[in-house]
């Protein structure tokens, strides 16, 4: 496929065929990302899991410390105290008999949704709807909740939620081109670090296969696992 010239330009800046240490591959990706919007940095994974396993999942949350640069629209489904609760929060929608009935007919003007425990009967319902554009809420990713919260604060403050693909890979963004890098740098540390700690018991050998970022208009670089810290 034929390139452009500003990425022609960038991708000569990289080595394919090099690992580099984590300081560098930051500096690197943000030097490479010349688009003329704030490109978003994302980390790219391959593991050593069979996804088609149960065992094998690897999915999550975590909290970045600097967050992704993202501004995230909530709504949160709750009745009563709830929801007093939630708008103090900061959520950005807020109400149960106003929003289930416009979910129903469609509307999704939301990144992430937290639900009370008491509502997902009505909720699940709208499986068909939110779905497949990642909206259900859900336990494991603390989106379903009664301390909502705490749930919209998290979302808020940066809390991404990753999910290996059928391929066993994960792409988690990790910031925005903006950031400094030592910012940068400290959430793809604990990005990693916790990719470390999914770790299903049963998988076997080389855990992290190969591990690279890049920006969204940039090339890959590839991040060189002796700098990981033990991430194998």
């Known amino acids: 496929m034929k390139q452009g010239k500003r990425y022609t330009q960038a991708a000569a800046k990289v080595d394919a065929t090099k690992t580099y240490d984590l300081d560098a591959a930051v500096q690197l990706v ?3 990302a010349t688009a003329k919007f704030d490109e ?28 992704t640069g993202r501004t995230v629209r909530v709504l949160v489904l709750a009745r009563g105290e709830k929801e007093r609760e939630a708008s103090e929060a900061g959520a950005d929608f807020v109400g149960a008999d106003e929003y289930l009935p416009k979910l ?17 009967g009505e909720v699940g319902k709208l499986g068909r709807t939110l779905g497949p554009r990642g909206l259900m809420p859900n336990p494991k990713s603390g989106t379903v ?3 909502v919260a705490k749930a919209v604060r998290d979302v808020k403050a940066g809390k991404v939620e990753y999910r290996v693909d059928k391929n066993a890979n994960l792409h988690i963004p990790i910031g925005k081109r903006s950031f400094d890098a030592d910012k940068l740098l400290e959430n793809l540390k604990v990005l990693i670090h916790e990719i470390v700690r999914a770790k299903p018991a049963s998988s076997k050998g080389k855990y992290i296969k190969s591990l ?15 700098s990981l810290g033990g991430a194998q």
């Open 40 to 67: 978003t940095i994302e980390l790219s994974a391959q593991l050593s899991v069979d996804p088609r396993q149960a065992d094998q999942q690897v999915r999550g949350t975590v909290v970045l410390p600097h967050g």
């Open 212 to 226: 690279s970022i890049s920006s969204t208009m940039g090339p890959s670089v590839k991040l060189d696992s002796t």
């Open 145 to 147: 909740t009664f301390d």
């Open 104 to 120: 129903q007919q469609g509307w999704t003007d939301v990144d992430v949704i937290i639900a009370t425990p008491d509502l997902m």
């Open 30 to 32: 943000k030097d490479t």
